[in-house]
């Protein structure tokens, strides 16, 4: 076989201080850090949305928001035609299934396309609070039988993992330690564990390629809130990335240039030697197989938020973003966040990872240089598309089921 079996899979709200491979204080993931070892770790990896369905379409279709048209917790692709991760895999000569793991990812979103089998999440269907999602275990079972389908042919399989988000529910101990004992317990020891055993006895785990991630970050209790969806800081844009590719990865090997979510897909274009085509053209993302100086500022990672069904936090820290469409660009060394009403934040990340100093309004003209620098880059990208700031008000309401639904993930 020419390429490996690939397997992606993201977790929801896993932040990459809580893994071991990215924390060597961290002991909550063993079962993670060992498949992890054998490839690259990207330390700077950035997410372009702080909830799930606009992060993980990004992923997906190595296009930002404003380009795929996801910029909600519902959406749908706004374009038929553009690529997708699982759309290339196929033209790479792989059997494709997707697992997502809520409803809010259902094919519906249009992310289904490319993949041979896609597994909706139905109600009342092993669900946990009426539907929302499901538990990593029927995933994993339907990973089984998929694989048992597959036979000998080369599988790309998409898994996205729900469990972490159960935290949110369990009021009976703070939320630091719900948080690590579910991702050590549901997570690493729960669908790692039985994944790993899966592919084994598909003879599937020590030939394979890895893509670990997680569509976005957590706040706990950074800048004052708990959770994700109420601000674009780091400590919900910033995600794991490990790349595990046999002959293609360099084990062991740590990689401190930004590294993005709309990169996988070129990268994987890349390891799949799949030529230029044009449902894959103009993509905003870099292969990673290419290097960058990690002191270089040349590359830029986007995000976008909008208030339309979040910001409910009553944390002062984000109050003022309440009601405002927020986006953000930040190279290795800075990043701005701005404001539709034009407020304005400027961080310096080598000194101030936790985005803690604005230099903005301290008289220091350098800043406000960097920040009028960075505020063009982005008004540059985000008026070379369609939409900017105003399409995400053009999705219509959700309906009284779906907010309750929205509710039960710990959102509205
Ligand atoms: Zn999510």
Redesign the pocket.
Known sequence: MKFPDVFLISI??LRPDHVGAFNRLSRLTPNLDRIISRGTVFTQAMSHAP??TP?VTSMLAGRYPFQTGVRLLLGQLCDNNLGTIAEAARLAGYATAGFPSSFILNSPTGLSSGFDEYRDIEDGNLTNRGGCWQYGDPLNQSLDAFLTRAGKDPVFSWLHYFDLHEYHQDQSAPAHTTYARDLHQRVDAGCIASLFRILESHDRLDRSAFIFTA??GECLFQHGVRG?GQHLYNSVLHVPLAIVWPGEMQAGRYRHDLARHVDLLPTLLDLWNIESIERFDGLPGRSLLQVEDAGSASTTSYAEASPRQLFDGNASEVRRFEGAEIQSLQNTNHKLIQTQRGERELFDLRVDPGECRNLLGSDDGTAESIANRLSCELDALSESEQGGYASSSDAPPESKLVRERLRDLGYV
Do not use: E, G, N, S
Request: aromatic share 12%; proline share 0%; net charge negative.
């Open positions: 929801d709200c909830f799930t992060a569509d976005h994700h």
